[in-house]
């Protein structure tokens, strides 16, 4: 089968002064060794981070999809962002430079910069009066919504300096996604703010936690961190303001990092699917620090001289693993930004890069072509030249975005990768490796996977796919990073990413690999659907079209938009008695954004009679799909369902007779 990409596989670009500059030869030799000893390879990569016991064994794989990496080893997350660089020259050097988003006579108005010094003291602090007054220990769960301010990392590492785990609720979601994860993941206490800046506008934090609560059982207590200082309703005896908390606590307290094993779980983060409830994914301290050590190093080509920023929230692993702990333990600089990058102007993230000297830049395609409508002119208000090294994530990059920030921002010469990974793999899996060796870029592929990483394109019975065919993406060996489970749920992690093929990770993309050896991931196989890079399950957008009294059934598809990559569009079927309107669309998008979030607006809502459905009852997602597109779907069924040629073809029609051909 051909596969419809629209990047020429010839185009192949070769920067100038490269590092490392190397033959596809070279790298692929090298990338052989690493797996064919792929323990001992991560091994030494895991000797060059700071241990305060060293592992017994370097992957106890007795209980398998369950993997221990650096087994009896025991170390401190924090320990490693921190309490390393105080003892060196880098204690005063500064950690992050936060600016906020509002603006005051054409400069950003708050603006923080924190040393690693005062970052210790802060975390220090934090995890002093976590422990003092919610008795907070290892084994305990911290709920944190918080938006894009300093508090955010520094709680995440006071949980982490306690052997906490925490768990990081997204600021854009709603009441009842907050008290779902709560709930799941059995969270002590929540973190949260009075408030945050989000495109010029305020949005009320604390009362959208308010009313998680009222459905969130295990929740003890709120600590409500200062912002935007609007008025809250505090609860006695169960809010608490930051602030005062930590009145009297001495600026030089000091909390010994507990030595916690490298199994054990630094962080639960949800991700959301096509059935079920958002799955926890469960991190490890040992595994997931070395992989992000490799990472930093490798792909980002992390230095002392360097200024880091990558874009991302941090209520997103992107976040997690790239703006908190693998920037912070290499010891970087970085920048850190509050609100909308193109607020209150469309040069807003250009004129960071020039504020502040960025030299490593981590955006996404979404943000670019955002930029791209915008128009060139503000990103040349800017001299963006100290950049020197760029990555994209989140989803693929079209041609046009690619082209676009390497011209404007990169020169046209200088290395810009689109790097692969998602919340399961904890870091990045596939991409350029600037900092390693480098083989000439491609205009928007993924590159090579890094060393350690066996990677795979197969095909429906898990064998290796041909060359330029398109297949599955799959991880053949297990890897420090990788989750420890779903957290309560170890069946739904061996069902979800281990059985489709026996033993090795399912991904759920889809994947190409060119002639040279490429990768090219091209989207989801699953009907994942990737709003501005973000992930939202079609589960979770039905289930919320069922609290509507008149909804009898429903299906969520994505559909393809110009900025966004994708938006979620809705098809459902009335219960009796209700009739289509304009006014009940309206209701129905309503009803998704508060129960989701704001990030789940639907762009529309086709009300139908009937659903087209396999004779195992599934419905046809990739036929609901192909009528929201207007296009019929290709012969491809096998790959997805059960269904013969003609059913899909009748299914097609039938539906898309009724619609209309909405796209149209
Ligand atoms: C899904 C994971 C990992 C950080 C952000 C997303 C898609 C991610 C790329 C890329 C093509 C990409 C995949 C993946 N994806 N990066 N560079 N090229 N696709 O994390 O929300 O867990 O989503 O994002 O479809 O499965 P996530």
């Known amino acids: 089968m051909a596969v419809d990409w629209s990047i020429s596989f010839d185009e192949k670009i070769a920067p100038e002064g490269l590092p490392n500059a190397a033959t596809i030869e070279a790298y692929s030799k090298f990338h052989k060794a690493s797996i064919q000893n792929y323990r001992e390879f991560w091994a030494g990569i895991a000797s060059e981070i700071d241990w305060f016991r060293k592992w017994d064994k370097v992957l106890d794989d007795s209980n398998p999809p369950f993997y221990k990496w650096f087994a009896g080893g025991e170390l401190n997350a924090s320990y490693l962002c921190l309490d390393r660089h105080v003892k060196t020259s880098r204690k005063n050097k500064v950690a992050i430079i936060w600016e906020g988003e509002p603006m005051e006579d054409g400069k950003p108005k708050d603006v923080r910069k924190l040393t690693y010094n005062d970052l210790y003291r802060e975390v220090n602090r934090v995890a002093y009066m976590l422990k003092n007054k919610y008795q907070i220990k290892s084994g305990d769960v911290i709920g944190i919504y918080l938006p894009m301010i300093p508090e955010l990392p520094i709680f995440m590492l006071a949980a ?295 990677a795979d394109v197969v095909d429906d019975s898990g064998n290796s796919q041909k060359a330029n065919e398109r297949g599955y993406l799959v991880i053949r060996n297990p890897w420090p990073g990788m989750p420890l489970t779903i957290f309560k749920d170890p069946n739904r992690f061996a069902e979800v990413y281990f059985s489709k093929f026996p033993k090795i990770f399912y991904a759920g993309d889809y994947a190409v690999r060119d002639s040279d050896g490429y990768f090219w991931v091209l989207g989801r196989a699953d009907e994942v659907i990737k709003v501005a890079g973000h992930r939202l399950g079609t589960y979770e957008l039905e289930s919320a079209l069922m609290q509507h009294k008149a909804v009898a059934e429903s299906a969520v598809v994505g559909v393809p938009d110009d900025l966004k990559g994708e938006v979620p569009v809705a098809f459902v079927i009335l219960r009796q008695g209700n009739v289509a309107s304009e006014a009940l669309k309206n209701e129905l998008k309503e009803t998704v954004r508060k129960s989701v979030g704001p990030i789940a607006s639907l762009k529309d809502v086709i009300f139908v009679s009937k659903l087209p459905k396999t004779r195992s009852a599934k419905i046809m997602r990739r036929v609901v799909k192909a009528v929201a597109i207007g296009k019929p779907p290709g012969d491809t069924t096998t790959l997805d369902d059960e269904a013969s040629v003609d059913e899909v073809k009748n299914a097609y029609a039938q539906l898309s007779s009724e619609v209309g051909n909405p796209a149209q």
């Not at 059982?217 to 609860?235: A, E, F, L, P, Y």
């Not at 792909?299 to 693993?321: E, K, L, P, R």
């Not at 020039?354 to 060139?376: D, Q």
């Open 160 to 454: 982490a300096r306690l052997g906490a785990t925490f768990c990081v609720v997204f600021s854009g979601f709603s009441a009842d996604a907050i008290s779902e994860r709560m709930n799941d993941a059995e969270a002590k206490i929540v973190i949260t703010a009075d408030g945050a800046f989000r495109g010029g506008k305020t949005i009320d934090l604390k009362s959208i936690v308010d009313q998680a609560l009222e459905k969130t059982k295990t929740i003890r207590n709120v600590v409500v961190v200062s912002r935007t200082h609007n008025s809250v309703k505090m609860v006695k005896g169960r809010d608490d303001n930051f602030e005062d908390l930590m009145k009297g606590i001495p600026a030089n307290v000091q909390v010994e990092p507990e030595r916690v094993k490298s199994e054990s779980p630094l962080y639960v983060l949800y991700t959301s699917g096509t059935t079920g409830k958002p799955k926890g994914q469960v991190h490890d301290v040992g595994g997931y620090m070395t992989l992000l050590h490799a990472t930093m190093k490798w792909v980002f080509d992390i230095h002392d001289h360097d200024v880091y920023w990558c874009m991302a929230d941090i209520g997103w692993v992107t976040g997690h693993s790239y703006i908190v702990f693998g920037p912070l333990m290499e010891g970087a600089t970085e920048v850190m930004y509050e609100g909308l990058p193109v607020f209150p102007e469309q040069n807003r993230w250009a004129s960071i890069i020039e504020r502040y000297g960025v030299s490593v830049f981590y955006t996404s395609p979404t943000a670019i072509r955002g930029w791209i409508k915008g128009g060139e002119q503000w990103v040349k208000m800017h001299d963006t030249t100290t950049v020197r090294l760029m990555h994209s994530v989140g989803e693929p990059i079209n041609p046009e975005a690619f082209r676009w920030l390497f011209r404007h921002v990169g020169r046209e010469m200088i290395p810009f990768g689109s790097t692969w990974w998602m919340t399961e793999t904890g870091g990045i899996m596939i991409s350029h490796l600037p900092g390693l060796m480098m083989v000439p870029m491609k205009a928007g592929t993924n590159g090579f996977p890094i060393p350690g990483i066996d």
